[in-house]
């Protein structure tokens, strides 16, 4: 269809952009147009997405992924890109190029540039490893919420390597294509990946649009420069998003809003049955293909001219065999295809439209979440969700398919490879039986999944990688309910890791050794101390169910429904099990959580972090934990996080003393009880353990389970004592919240500049050994050797504990002024066991 056609098509009919530019003040400027003007309102429409980088999505209307279109029209976008190319190239050139699209969007368009081009083989990158095929390299994508891209061509020259197309790396053009530019970080990381390995002179980058700023066009120039290639761009359109200041923060919160009105009416029309249609029960058509043999479903292994004539041959058959089974009477059909299977489903389309009078068009089912509005002014007005179904190598997820239900579609041909065709394709919640919801026909045609040579003749099973066990749950580890948390830990209960706590000290401060890898021997504490534990949580109870409440709050407001509580351990995990309880007993939300391991001077659990992004979205993920002290692991999460792409890096908290984070249930440094006592307050867990001889590269971060404690347990007293108080301080929350939500949140560091300042007048000279805050300053007392305590003067019933274990391990308590926390512990500077005590000559261990 030509772009005339395409104008008249979508004349006098509403903007699928105008519903999110009305709301947040995001615009698009074409050329130096103003917002809205002619071909970028033709290309794109603007929908939402939980995403903490961006919130605003751009939504081709020629790509053929979220947006039903004529086959036709995004086959000949694509087409039309690739003879551009090749007169940019010229004749010589583009028999040398090599053209790579990017999974999952591009495939079917980079596929068309390549048909374009005519001479050029085709290569897109894939995220579904094949075994016996070797990794040709691989990259990450900056803004998706799935990012590790695996190059597996079949033949090892196919990039240019080496002689075998005649022309060595640096003869040969690579040609790389997306479906959009809002960065160009992606494109920045292909190429810097790529070209260490096949260092060539020129590189061609196409796109249905290109929306980079100023400076990131001019970020692209400096990079050619700096490799000394030249870097082409062909685009069919060319503009700027202009984004308000704010606009991310208010995209979140209105992606949470309507999240959470739709699941309160979602979970309405449930109760009562209304709205509900079932597609279980309606037959399913197959259609035999009959495709032909040695052609690939697609360029995950390289796609060459030569399979493209086979194909071309081959298609007007195929086209016939769908229409034959369609029958007479549809009037209105969409070809579905999967995924990455974007470019096989694309041409049955476009042989389809040859060969029926009905209206013919095609979309493609995605792994990428996005909110749907059902408004004419927003892109994504409808969603269907269904489990995966080609046993992925990053474990089952939930997929999606935009704008199928209620566009009145008569007949949906679906389309999948024969690792797809699989029991959770048919399943009574697969995608067969929700398409079969909202249309009369459903016909499925499968394309039989490509092996090269040198992989298995069949091809195997998905195998779960080692590093995603399922989490470990009570009661066979911990003495929570299996509901309350899953541990993304690997039980280590009957490995010996306990050391003398002088032991530990010494060799921690001499460099010998890191905290975490050993155990403080699992302090038991006196009757006295016990029961300062129970008359402290009495009093505090209701002080900390509102700080669950509020936090809890808070979060739902701005994150929405979807949220997946990840505690850090052990500290966070009771906190986590509170804030679920709290969304179950106030909202009936059953919160996923689990909780993780984070190492100060090592990151977070990577391991943790894979399986969770196999198992959740990562934008969901809210990382919690029990108190700030002076930000340490705040910062240690921030820079963990800047290696996996969707993960928010903000920690949510019970008690923020530190003004270290924004979400937060109160800033008061108090007593809260479950810092009073190890693992007998934490389900019985030890603290984590990351040592090499214990955890290899594809193990969780290791724990204690100390059942052998379980008498003295008192976790679940913990949790009900508190959650017994939820209704009284409801008001009290709610008003808190909405304060909260209005008032400027952002962090202080408060602590931090005076942990530096005690750091120095106290001549520690090492922040690590300042432990600020009532929780910090317990947890020396408990495991570390204390050399003094600092406690606010004045402070009274907070600090009670505080000063029996001081009294119980000899460590003086000096009363200052001018303390921003309640107290702050000090650890000894230059411990060894021949000098360790307050003065430096002695120290009393009881």
């Known amino acids: 269809m030509s772009g005339r056609a395409a104008r008249k098509e979508t004349a006098n009919v509403v903007w699928s952009g105008s519903w999110v530019a009305e709301r947040l003040g995001v615009e698009l400027v ?66 040398r190029a090599v053209v790579l699209g990017y999974a999952e969007t591009a495939t079917g368009l980079g596929h068309a540039v390549a048909d374009g081009l005519g001479v050029a083989p ?20 900056s803004l998706s919420h799935a990012t590790s891209h695996l190059l597996l061509p079949e033949d090892p020259h196919l990039l240019g390597s080496g002689t075998a197309r005649g022309d060595g790396p640096a003869g040969t053009p690579l040609v790389l294509v997306d479906d959009e530019f809002s ?61 308000p200041d704010g606009v991310l923060a208010r995209g979140q919160a209105l992606v949470a809003a309507h999240e959470s009105a739709q699941a309160v009416a979602e979970a309405a029309a449930t109760a009562t049955g209304i709205g509900a249609v079932s597609g279980v029960g309606r037959s399913c058509t197959r259609v035999e293909l009959r495709w032909p043999a040695g052609v690939p479903d697609g360029g995950r292994h390289g ?74 002014g927003y892109a994504i007005r409808s969603r269907l969700v269904f489990p995966a179904h080609d046993n992925p190598a990053d474990g089952p997820g939930d997929r999606y398919a935009y704008n199928v239900a209620g566009a009145g579609f008569d007949a949906v041909v679906v389309v999948v490879d024969s690792a797809a065709d699989t029991p959770e394709l048919h399943a009574p919640d697969g995608l067969l039986a929700e398409l079969a919801a909202h249309t009369p026909h459903v016909l499925l045609a499968v394309v039989p999944s490509y092996v090269p040579s040198a992989a298995p003749a069949t091809a195997p099973e998905r195998q779960e990688p080692p590093m995603l066990p399922d989490p470990l749950r009570g009661p066979l580890f911990s003495s929570y309910a299996p509901d309350e948390v899953g541990w993304l830990l690997q039980d280590l209960s009957d490995t010996e890791l306990e050391a003398p706590t002088e032991e530990r000290e010494e060799a921690i401060q ?15 504490p006196s009757a006295q101390y016990q029961d300062l534990f129970k008359a402290a949580l009495d009093l505090s109870a209701a002080r900390i169910a509102r700080a669950v409440g509020t936090v809890t709050e808070t979060v739902l407001a701005e994150r929405g429904p979807r949220t997946v509580l990840v505690s850090l351990a052990r500290a966070g995990t009771p906190v986590g099990v509170l804030m679920r309880r709290w969304a179950q007993h106030r909202h009936g939300l059953d919160l996923p959580h689990y909780a993780v391991s ?77 810092a009073c006592l190890n693992s007998t307050v934490s389900g019985l867990i030890s603290r984590t353990v990351l040592r ?31 959650t017994a108080h939820f209704d009284e301080v409801v008001d009290a929350v709610d008003a808190e919240v909405k304060e909260m939500l209005e008032a400027d949140r952002a962090p202080t560091w408060e602590g931090w500049a005076a942990v530096e300042r005690i750091s120095e ?8 050994l300042v432990k600020p805050g009532v929780g910090e300053t317990t947890r020396v007392l408990l495991r570390r050797v204390p050399w003094k305590i600092l406690a606010k003067r004045g402070a009274g019933t907070d600090l009670e504990h505080i000063r029996l274990l001081a009294e119980q391990r000899g460590v003086p308590v000096e009363e200052v002024d001018e303390l921003p926390y309640t107290c702050v512990g000090l650890i000894h500077p230059k411990y060894t066991r021949g000098a360790t005590g307050a003065d430096g000559t002695s120290v009393a261990s009881k």
Not at 36 to 60: C, F, I, T
Not at 122 to 141: D, I, K, N, Q
Not at 658 to 672: A, P
């Open 122 to 141: 085709y290569l897109h990158s894939t995220r579904r490893p094949v075994e016996g095929v070797a990794r040709a390299g691989g990259f990450e994508e």
């Open 303 to 376: 796609f060459t001219p030569a399979h493209r004539e086979m194909l071309e041959s081959a298609l007007p058959a195929m086209g016939a065999r769908i229409a034959v089974a369609l029958g007479g009477d549809a009037r209105r059909v969409l070809v579905l295809g999967f995924e990455e299977l974007m470019y096989a489903p694309l041409r049955l389309g476009t042989a389809l439209e040859e060969h029926i009078d009905a209206e013919v068009r095609y979309s493609t089912t995605t792994r990428s979440p996005v909110l749907a509005v059902d408004d004419p």
């Open 761 to 768: 007048e106290y001549g520690i000279h090492d922040v690590n």
């Open 510 to 524: 001499s460099g010998g050794a890191h905290y975490a890898e050993s155990l403080p021997v699992e302090y038991q």
């Open 183 to 243: 960065t160009g970080n992606t494109v920045l990381n292909t190429i810097r990946a790529l070209h260490e390995l096949r260092p060539r002179d020129r590189y061609v980058i196409v796109a249905l649009v290109d929306m980079r700023s100023a400076a990131d066009r001019d970020r692209l120039t400096a990079f050619a420069a700096e490799i000394g290639a030249r870097v082409d761009l062909v685009a069919r359109g060319t503009g700027t998003v202009r984004l």
């Open 692 to 722: 090499s001889d214990l955890v290899g590269p594809h193990d969780f971060h290791g724990a204690k389970f100390y059942r052998e404690l379980a008498d003295a347990d008192v976790s679940g007293h913990f949790l009900d004592t508190v």
């Open 30 to 95: 074409g050329d130096g147009k103003p917002e809205g003007d002619g071909e970028l309102r033709e290309l794109l429409g603007l929908a939402l997405r939980r995403n903490p980088k961006r919130a605003h999505l751009l939504v081709s209307n020629v790509l053929g992924k979220h947006v039903p279109q004529r086959p036709s029209v995004v086959y000949g976008a694509g087409f039309e890109l690739g003879r551009r190319v090749r007169e940019l190239l010229g004749e010589a050139e583009a028999r």
């Open 598 to 674: 984070i190492v100060r001077g090592r990151g977070i659990d990577a391991n943790a972090l894979r399986w969770l992004a196999a198992h959740h979205d990562p934008a969901d993920v809210v990382f919690v934990d029990g108190w700030t002290g002076k930000g340490a692991i705040t910062r240690e999460l921030s820079a963990a996080l800047a290696e996996f792409d969707g993960f928010d890096p903000e920690i949510v908290v019970l008690a923020d003393p530190g003004g270290c984070v924004r979400t937060y249930g109160t800033r008061e440094d108090f007593l809260i009880p479950s």
